[in-house]
Structure formats: C-alpha cells, structure tokens
C-alpha cells in the first residue's frame, strides 16, 4: 500500500465489505466506507481504528449520482486525495425466471451492481489522473462469468461489472491506475445460510445436503472466507500487483477455472 492512502470501499458496513475495510486498514489506509446504511457502519469503523488508521462511515447510495458525487467531494476535501477504490456494493436482486422479473426490479439491481461502480469510477478518476496513481477494485463474482439460471439481473450486472473492468483498465492504464475484479464464489455468512436454508425449505432436502452440493461443485470441497476475498484486494490495492491490471480474478475455491 502507498504510504498515507485514503480507501473508499462501497459497502463496507457489513459481510465481505467489511473484511476490506480491515485489511486495508492493516496494510495502512485509512478508509471510508460508503454504505447506503448508515446506522450499521459502527462495527466497521471500531474494526478499522483497532489497526491504529482512520476509519469514517458516509452514507451513501452507490445507485445515485448525487450521492456519490458529494460523498467523493468530502473525502477528497477531508483526506486529499483518494488513492484506492473497492467498488463492494451489491444486491442479490430477485430469484425468478426472466419472464417474472419485474422490469424495477431488473433496473433496481443493475443500478446499484453496475451503474453504482460507474459512478465511483468516474467521480475519482479525474483525481487519480491528476495524481498518476490509482487502484480500483471491482467486486464481481463466479456469475459474473458463468450463467445463474433465475438469476438473469444479477448475473447480467455482474458480467457488466466484467465488461467496465476491462474497458476502463484499457483507458486508464496509461496513467499508473489499475483496475481489477474479483469474482467471488459462494462466501461463508448469514447471506449464503439463507440461501442454503431456502433451498432446502423449497426442496424437501436438508441444509447439510444442499451445503454439501455447494461444496462438492469446488476443488476444494469448500466455502470461501470473506477473508480470502479481502486478502486479494489488499494485494490488488498494493504496490507489488502493479503490473496487473484489467484482470477478474476468482476466489472460489476453485469452483470455476476461467
Ligand atoms: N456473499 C457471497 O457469497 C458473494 C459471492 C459473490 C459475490 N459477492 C459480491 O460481494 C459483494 C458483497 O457481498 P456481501 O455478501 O458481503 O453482501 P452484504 O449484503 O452482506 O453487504 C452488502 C453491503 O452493501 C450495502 N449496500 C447495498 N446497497 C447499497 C447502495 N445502493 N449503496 C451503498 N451501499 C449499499 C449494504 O448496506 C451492505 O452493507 C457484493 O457485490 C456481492 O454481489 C458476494
């Protein structure tokens, strides 16, 4: 990390979020998380200031322009300057086949998974420019590059975030700013146990069954850690990934190979 960097990670108040807030914070940023919830960024913020950096919750809805737009005024009037930027944010959006996906719902989700990192790119990037220097990550997923049937809004923003990655690192490369994805499999927590305990509401089958088909689908025989997700951002946020860039990278437990 570049001695005196300032992080804002989009939905840093909770879940994986909140694990890149802290390795961030361990590898000497200090950070700000912009989370459309603002009552929950406390955990967070006591987290961060446990490594000894700064930590400052704003809330932010990654979906609006206005609201991202002021949330980088601040941070660049408070901090100076922003050197790395996890776009996090996201929502699972609905679970139904394509022609009971209400049309709000379909925008709904790709606002904030896809229009939501647009909008944080292109408010710091004018600021990185200027400064020749950035590192942004993008948080995508394993459906950002295989189908997810009943999934279509989410796989769709998540194979956008893909596309954004690599046309924009194709932009601004030439300016010493790197942008990366990483494309999560399904992450250990309270989100993927509900999804297990759905399932297996709706199947009959029991939690221990579902969970088991889930681990078997990777080489592993496993679920990810919200900290392995973190760990590569920190790495991709680093001095030492500089010539790595334009890349989506999986942390999946090898549940996918491309
Ligand atoms: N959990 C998984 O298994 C998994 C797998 C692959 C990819 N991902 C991706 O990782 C990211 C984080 O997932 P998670 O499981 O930690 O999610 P989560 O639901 O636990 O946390 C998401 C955070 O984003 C915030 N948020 C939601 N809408 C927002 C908005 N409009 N503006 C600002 N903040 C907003 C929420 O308040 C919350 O704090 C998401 O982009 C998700 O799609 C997760």
Known sequence: ??????????????????????????????????????????????????????????????????????????????????????????????????????????????????????????????QMKQASYGRIVNIASVTGKRPLPNRTPYATSKMGVIGLTRTLAAEVGGENINVNAVCPGSVEGPRIRKVFERQASETGRTYEEIRGDVERETARGELVEREDVADLVGYLCSEQSKRITGQDINVSAGKIMY
Do not use: Y
């Open 1 to 126: 990390m570049r001695p005196e960097s300032t992080a804002i990670v989009t939905g840093g108040a909770r879940g994986i979020g909140q694990s890149i807030c802290v390795e961030l914070a361990r590898r000497g940023a200090d950070v700000v998380v912009a989370d459309l919830n603002g009552d929950e960024m406390a955990e967070t913020e006591t987290l961060v200031e446990e490594t000894g950096q700064r930590c400052v919750g704003v809330e932010t809805d990654v979906s609006s322009a206005d609201s991202v737009g002021s949330t980088v005024d601040w941070v660049l009037d408070e901090f100076g300057s922003i050197e790395c930027l996890v776009n996090n944010a996201g929502i699972a959006g609905p679970t139904a086949p394509c022609e009971d996906v209400q049309p709000e719902d379909w925008e709904q989700t790709l606002a904030v998974n896809l229009k939501g990192p647009f909008q944080m790119c292109r408010a710091v990037i004018p």
